[in-house]
């Protein structure tokens, strides 16, 4: 693995929080690409558009920023991306390779620029062993749900609203709101009768006025049938629904990441067939269900449960109803 900060460790740097020594790396490119180091020995990379700047579209994007790495831009010429907590280095090295190594392949500065902005979202997936970067098969299946659901949702309200609607990978407890209404959006395989709620919160309506269950019936498929697809042809499908608006597009892509999806892993093996046997179930207060009011959630941080369907059919609303309420 390529050590790109060994030529700064002996430098100092003035403090400040811009302030930082750097090196150009040979990267046989002609793009103008560095790393660097600041004064609280934090490392990083630059990648600068000497000819061209930066336009609002891209410029103004929500970038990734967590406790472990920043993304930003300096000014509307160079992309800085900054390991915040040293305790990631090993896996800050082998991230900013894969971008650096991708961008200085880039055939002009705007996709250069455009290129690591997108793979910075694969931060999420380096961070997770090896062995646990590819979703496995459930996963897949929960995430092709929530994209067919996506999917509705766009031909209903809209690029812009149906996507700011996707929570579920941003620390909230519903995989979708919708002003006062949740949904939660589960799947399973087809004669199954049961689906396995993992906390307290999932089915706790928490303010809202509506929460529904929506549960997709979603099984594995042979490559010959007809209706059958696989992971990375939805996720390209949905990519293209979004492409109209790029800023729409990085946005449902840092989703998809925070999800556990990376474009570089290749899902083509396993296909897929939605059933379209989607069970729509209304949670009001007679649900069956755990939620903060009846246990004591400061005693108790982890609750995971199975719901049997057959015995639910009393909360069980139609389409034409769901409609009505989105």
Same mark, same amino acid.
């Given at each position: ?111 250069? $620029?455009?290129? &690591?902005? #997108?793979?910075?979202?694969?931060? +999420? %997936?380096?961070?997770?062993?090896? !062995? /646990? ?84 019936? $979603?099984?594995? &498929?042979? #490559?010959?049938?007809?209706?059958? +697809? %696989?992971?990375?042809?939805?996720? !390209? /499908? ?89």
């Amino acid at each position: 693995m390529i050590n790109y900060w060994q030529g700064l460790w002996d430098k100092k740097v003035e403090e400040g929080e811009l302030k930082y020594a750097s090196i150009s790396l040979a990267l046989n490119s002609p793009w103008n690409i560095k790393a660097t180091k600041d004064a609280k020995g934090r490392i990083g990379f630059q990648l600068i558009a000497e000819k061209i700047e930066m336009n609002d579209q891209i410029y103004k994007r929500k970038l990734l920023k967590t406790s472990q790495v920043s993304v930003t831009f300096l000014d509307k010429k160079t992309l800085y991306i900054r390991l915040e907590d040293q305790d990631a280095t090993e896996e800050f090295n082998e991230y900013a390779e894969s971008i650096i190594i991708k961008a200085s392949q880039a055939p002009s500065e705007i996709e250069m $620029i455009e290129l &690591a902005i #997108s793979k910075s979202l694969k931060w +999420f %997936n380096f961070l997770k062993p090896i !062995n /646990e970067r590819k979703l496995k098969p459930f996963q897949q299946q929960g995430l092709i749900a929530e994209l067919l659901f996506l999917k509705k949702l766009v031909k209903k309200m809209g690029l812009s609203d149906s996507l700011n609607s996707w929570c579920g990978q941003d620390s909230y407890d519903k995989d979708f709101i919708l002003g006062k209404l949740g949904v939660e959006v589960k799947a399973k395989q087809s004669g199954k009768i049961k689906v396995t709620i993992s906390s307290f919160s999932q089915l706790d309506l928490q303010g809202l006025e509506k929460l529904i269950l929506n549960v997709y019936s $979603i099984n594995s &498929a042979s #490559s010959n049938d007809e209706n059958a +697809f %696989n992971l990375d042809q939805l996720v !390209n /499908e949905m990519c293209e629904i979004f492409s109209s608006e790029m800023n729409l597009k990085y946005l449902f892509e840092m989703e998809l990441a925070e999800a556990g999806y990376d474009f570089d892993h290749d899902y083509t093996d396993r296909f897929w067939i939605d059933l379209g046997e989607n069970q729509i179930y209304n949670i009001n207060s007679n649900f069956p269900s755990i939620t903060s009011e009846i246990i004591n959630v400061k005693s108790i941080s982890n609750v995971s449960y199975d719901i049997n369907l057959n015995t639910i059919k009393d909360f069980k609303i139609d389409e034409e109803e769901f409609e009505i309420l989105i």
